[in-house]
């Protein structure tokens, strides 16, 4: 038997596999999308693909940290913007605290106000979040920028000596009880000079010039005749009950019968009493009038039956006068006590009031003057009376205003303001106050007591004139005192040049007279930075001395308008208090034409040792030789504003040495030294004086800029210390104000042991130091590699980093309203110089952090806007090769379903036929 194979059915069979195979695959790509299924359908293309995967995938999640970073940077900008907000909102209350409408009570109130925004603005940076990361405190420094440190005491600035002996003879190595070396400022005094005018035809005026030509006067002399019928025998009875008047006094003549009386001139004043009852003759009664009248200013004698009065100079050549006078009787008037209202029982005194005090200075203030006053509780009632200042008044009813009735002071008792006995008096409120009508503490000694005792007036008796007459037998004359002319002949002219020359020669001197402390002192203020415009002699009452100053620059002025420098000069000396002196007119001329003397005189005819003086007044003053300096110093080829940046020198107060000048220099080109705290301590008074020397490459530039900038600076202390300047000779002068001794210790306990010194170098509590600016870096990660990301940085938003102060050195009570400064500090100056506010620096640090973070928020959009592009892109090329044909697919499918059904059609029929054949074979 044998077996027959069926070749076709199994050549069909395998196709009907083929086919199935392509229809499985068709089918399992038309289920997934994807042509490749993995690595066995396309090895390289299934690499391909999956790293594009991957990279879709990451591309993913950086879209998905872009978000999250834009979002947490909105946070912070919107957190700022409430600080902008808040900021915004200082600004106006600031600005609403500066005006003077308001007290310092409302002031204060609004403080409070800002305290609380500074404090929410701080929270705000302290609590802002994002998924709980703090946003607006840093962790990282962005900036180091140059600061300052306050210290507890002041410490030598390193490498602010300027050197080469600038302080040319620092030969003090410590003085009161600090390091140096020093050198001492020249101590002030006053030295006799001369006035040398022979370079013009004039004369030298030497320090004294003696007084000559002065003229004894004669005394007055006059005789007093008591008439032909006035004899020995009537004398007393004449005489008796009459008046005279010798000199200044007056007498009535009595005799037993008036002896007891009281006579009364003027109606108040009580007559002397010359006793005649034992005079017999005329020549007795002279005798008795000589021996009895008071002999002040004059001296009395008889010529026969007359009375002879003579000056006893003719200084009193007023006093020799004689003449009889009299009054009529009147009667008596009785005393009257007008009871008080009990309001002062015991009396009681005003206090409180005090006298000016202070040297109208930094350390000393003048302090004016305050008024005592008294106030009691209680009004007076109608009828009763008090004693104010030893002046007595009576309440009437009404409200009347202060007035005399019957000789008694009145005022109602519903009139509210009045004044009596030096006081001003209020009454209201059921109070009554006195305040003194002058300040001062002379106010504490005025009493207020209850009741007004009026004394009455006394009998006045009638008194008759004494008969008689005087004759004059000498008028008197004044004479003349000795005097010394100043002679001006040749000033006779209005040439400039000779006018110069006349102010060079009086400038600085001082005139004065031997008799009169007084100085008067000739200075030029023309030019207000060199040493002739500053007066030397100061007014010192405490010395004694008394100065004034006579401004020559008014000479031109004069010269100009065409007045003689002789005449402009004599009108600016004549008329001064204390000189005592007066315009001599040339005989020559008419008076209108010009004046060519000055004569001052002495005190009287016989002050023959009397003498005009020329005085200099010496500042206590140290000159600082810059041109000198410069010419020797090695500056390392540096220009000088480069070689002096950061140097300078110290000048102590003359009366304090705890007080010192530091004068820095700085060139603000190579860095700005902005809002350095003020220097000093409780205990340590540093006034400092900054020099911008930017561009200033000589020493008389030098010298000026130190003038124009440091000079306001110390007119604006108030403190004595000043500068003047001399630039084409390069000289700096510090000079002490003060033109007068300062060893008065009542003002002055804390005189230094030499006076005033210098030394090189700065000594300050306040040093450079650095503060940080930091910001908050973050990273956002965007891309599949760890390098390969984001920095987005958010500036911290504390106080300190938006007023920009370093923690330690300030603080937020710095930034306060209740001083005008510090509201100046916050709101800025239009200068001069410039400075911009705090809060304007504040609110563009916070617009900048919010610019920054917007930016970075763009950024945020630009790469996600990227990321999802580099996404789509990926997507679509690893689509094209991953991602199946689904056209292509289907016909593939449906191709390979056919061609499967028909195999198996085939298979069938095959089959079939085959059994057939096998049939037939059995």
């Known amino acids: 038997m044998g077996i027959v194979n069926n070749i076709s059915s199994n050549m069909i069979l395998g196709e009907l596999h083929k086919n199935t195979k392509k229809k499985d695959k068709a089918s399992a790509q038309l289920a997934l999308g994807e042509k490749i299924r993995n690595a066995g359908d396309d090895a390289s293309g299934f690499a391909i693909s999956e790293k594009m995967r991957v990279r879709i995938r990451a591309l993913g999640q950086d879209e998905d940290n872009v978000k999250k970073g834009a979002s947490m940077l909105k946070t912070a900008e919107g957190a700022i913007q409430s600080q902008i907000n808040l900021l915004r909102t200082i600004k106006e209350k600031v600005i609403d605290a500066h005006n003077d409408t308001n007290t310092e009570t409302d ?40 600061s300052w440190r306050v210290l507890d005491e002041a410490v030598p600035i390193d490498n602010s000596s300027i050197g080469f002996g600038l302080i040319h003879d620092a030969t003090y190595a410590k003085l009161d009880g600090e390091d140096g070396p020093f050198a001492i400022f020249d101590e002030w005094k006053i030295t006799s000079s001369e006035v040398d005018m ?54 009535v003549f009595t005799d037993t019968n008036n002896a007891g009386n009281t006579y009364y001139y003027n109606n108040s004043y009580t007559a002397s009493k010359i006793d005649i009852s034992g005079c017999n003759s005329v020549s007795s009664v002279l005798d008795k009038i000589i021996s009895t009248a008071n002999k002040s200013g004059i001296s009395l004698s008889k010529d026969g039956n007359s009375l002879v009065c003579e000056a006893s100079s003719y200084t009193n050549n007023s006093y020799a006068y004689i003449t009889s006078w009299n009054i009529a009787p009147k009667a008596a008037t009785p005393a009257t006590n007008i009871s ?30 305050t008024k005592a006053k008294l106030t009691v509780n209680g009004t007076p009632t109608a009828g009763t009376g008090m004693t104010v200042g030893g002046t007595g008044i009576k309440f009437v009813e009404g409200s009347k205003s202060p007035s005399t009735v019957d000789g008694v002071y009145t005022v109602g008792v519903n009139c509210t303001s009045f004044s009596i006995g030096g006081t001003d008096v209020t009454i209201s409120g059921g109070k009554m106050t006195f305040t003194a009508r002058s300040a001062g503490s002379s106010g504490n000694s005025i009493t207020v007591s209850d009741g007004y005792y009026i004394s009455g007036t006394p009998e006045i008796l009638a008194v008759s004139n004494t008969p008689g007459s005087q004759t004059v037998l000498n008028a008197g004359s004044s004479g003349g005192s000795p005097y010394y002319e100043l002679d001006l002949s040749a000033y006779d002219t209005t040439d400039t040049d000779v006018m110069e020359n006349f102010i060079s020669e009086w400038v600085g001197k001082a005139l004065s007279h031997s008799a009169y402390n007084y100085h008067y002192e000739f200075i030029d203020s023309k030019d207000q930075s060199s040493i002739d415009s500053v007066r030397k002699i100061d007014y010192v009452a405490n010395y004694g001395q008394y100065a004034y100053g ?23 000396v004549v008329g001064k208090s204390g000189l005592n002196n007066s315009k001599v007119m040339d005989t020559s001329v008419t008076p209108s034409q010009f004046t060519n003397k000055i004569r001052f005189y002495a005190t009287s005819t016989t002050a023959t040792g009397q003498t005009v003086n020329i005085k200099q007044g010496n500042l206590r003053s140290y000159t600082l030789d810059f041109k000198n300096w410069f010419s020797g110093a090695d500056l390392g080829g540096l220009p000088l504003s480069e070689a002096l940046d950061g140097k300078g020198f110290k000048a102590y107060c003359a009366t304090d040495s705890a007080q010192w000048f530091n004068f820095s220099f700085v060139n603000s080109s190579l860095h700005v030294e902005d809002d350095k705290p003020a220097s000093g301590t409780d205990a340590l008074d540093i006034k400092s004086i900054s020099i911008d020397i930017t561009g200033i490459d000589t020493p008389e ?53 030499k006076g005033a010194k210098i030394a090189d170098g700065v ?18 990660h965007h891309t599949d590699r760890a390098s390969a990301n984001i920095h987005v940085r958010i500036p911290q938003t504390t106080m300190d980093q938006i007023f920009g102060y370093r923690v330690g050195t300030y603080s937020l009570d710095d930034y306060s309203v209740m001083t005008s400064e510090k509201r100046e500090k916050l709101l800025g ?18 617009i900048d952090a919010n610019t920054l973070i917007g930016a970075q928020i763009v950024h945020m959009e630009h790469a996600e806007a990227n990321i999802i592009t580099d996404q789509e892109s990926t997507t679509s090329a690893e689509s094209v090769i991953r991602d199946a044909d689904m056209a292509k697919s289907s016909l593939e499918l449906a191709t390979a379903q056919i061609l499967a059904q028909s195999g198996q059609t085939m298979l069938s029929q095959s089959n079939q036929n085959s059994s057939n054949v096998l049939s037939l074979l059995q």
């Open 701 to 753: 530039d030098l010298v000026q800029a130190i003038y124009d900038q440091g000079e306001p600076q110390l007119k604006a202390i108030n403190h004595f210390m000043n500068v003047v300047i001399d630039k084409d000779a390069g000289t700096l002068t510090l000079y002490d104000s003060r033109g007068s001794s300062v060893d008065n210790r009542t003002y002055y306990p804390d005189k230094q042991e």
């Open 107 to 146: 002031r204060a109130i609004i403080q409070k106000e800002i305290s609380q925004y500074y404090d929410e603005i701080n929270d705000i940076a302290a609590e802002t979040t994002f998924n709980k990361k703090l946003l607006l405190l840093g962790n990282t420094v962005q900036e180091t920028i140059s």
């Open 340 to 369: 008080g209202s009990g309001l002062f029982t015991p009396s009681k005194r005003l206090s409180g009031g005090t006298d000016a005090s202070g040297l109208g200075n930094a350390d000393s203030p003048l302090i004016p003057a």
């Open 198 to 251: 022979t370079s013009d035809g004039g004369v030298k005026v030497n320090s004294t010039n003696a007084m000559s030509g002065g003229t004894e006067g004669e005394k007055k002399k006059v005789s007093w005749s008591f008439g032909a019928g006035v004899n020995d025998s009537n004398v007393k009875n004449v005489l008796s009950g009459t008046g005279i008047r010798i000199g200044y006094n007056y007498y």
């Open 550 to 572: 006579v401004d020559l620059n008014a000479l031109r002025t004069k010269v100009a308008s065409g007045q003689t420098i002789a005449s402009a000069f004599a009108d600016l």
């Open 763 to 780: 000594l300050d509590n306040v040093v450079k130091d650095v503060r940080y600016l930091y910001v908050n870096d973050l990273v956002i």
């Open 829 to 846: 100056t239009d200068g001069p110089p410039k400075i911009e506010g705090t809060l304007d620096k504040g609110l563009q640090y916070l």
